[in-house]
């Protein structure tokens, strides 16, 4: 294993978060040489080859991994257990790392055999180093090891800890399925845009960037949310009346149903997959 400074670090699954990470990683000065991904899909590993040159890969979990400081679970949840099986004896000795949306901390102790494990839920915009990631550690995990988790997330953006592993799926809702909704409204703008006769590339800027624009503004300011609204919306104005036509239809509370289903989704899939 190498020092401190360069864990060894070993990633099971090589899709967008672990691309995001390693990418991190790799700005932040952490040597190739101590990076390892194991993906099973030819295609995959040859874009990573020529994405992130001098990073390991392999095809499978085999003795020919080096042994690792920590191992990052970047694999979907209905394959989590079978690739646990698979690893868990060429994996010994590792803090665990799990970016898994609802795979509790219980199913991958008993799947790997160790109480060194943190789960994580990032998003996205890890991929442009503007993460938001929510962190929960088993009590099995060490200052040490959840000082190692920090400094490998931080190169993707923010994080913040939760007390209680539930709280991870509500977590899930809010910021790891976020972009989407975000995603979601931004289409939504840029149609309503090209209906009004603006190019459809020109709506999709203004609203991009309006969005950019008022998260920067709610970022640095302390008012709440509803203050920073009501500064922009003047009684009879415009605003006013886009406002007034959302409150009319539903769409805060029907937002808010939509949350919650995204939260019982994620307790369902560690139910589903973590027997």
Known sequence: MNTPTHPTITFIGGGNMASAI??????QGH??????????????????????????????ASADLRPSDLVVWAV?????????????????????????????????????QTQRIVRAMPNTPALVGLGMTGLFARNGASTADRALVEAVVKTTGEL?????????????ALSGSGPAYVFYFLEAMRDAG????L??????????GTFVGASTLAQRSDAPPQTLRERVTSKGGT???????????????????????????AEELGREFGR
């Open 76 to 112: 979907k949840p209905q394959t989590f257990k079978e690739a646990a099986l698979a690893s868990q004896p060429h994996l010994s000795n590792a803090l665990h790392l799990s970016v898994a949306a609802g795979i509790t901390s219980e199913s991958m102790a008993g799947w790997l």
């Open 22 to 27: 390693v990418g991190g990683l790799l700005r």
């Open 160 to 172: 913040v800890w939760v007390n209680t592993e539930p709280q991870l799926d509500a977590v899930t």
């Open 199 to 208: 190019p459809p590339e020109l709506a999709y800027q203004l609203a991009v």
């Open 239 to 265: 605003t006013y009346a886009a406002l007034t036509s959302m409150d009319a239809a539903g769409v805060k509370p029907k937002f808010e149903e939509a949350l919650f289903a995204a939260q019982k989704r």
């Open 194 to 197: 090209a209906r009004m006769g």
């Open 31 to 60: 040597p190739a040489g101590a990076l390892q991904i194991v993906e099973p899909w030819d295609e995959q590993r040859e874009k990573l080859a020529k994405q992130f040159p001098g990073v390991s890969l392999l095809a499978t």
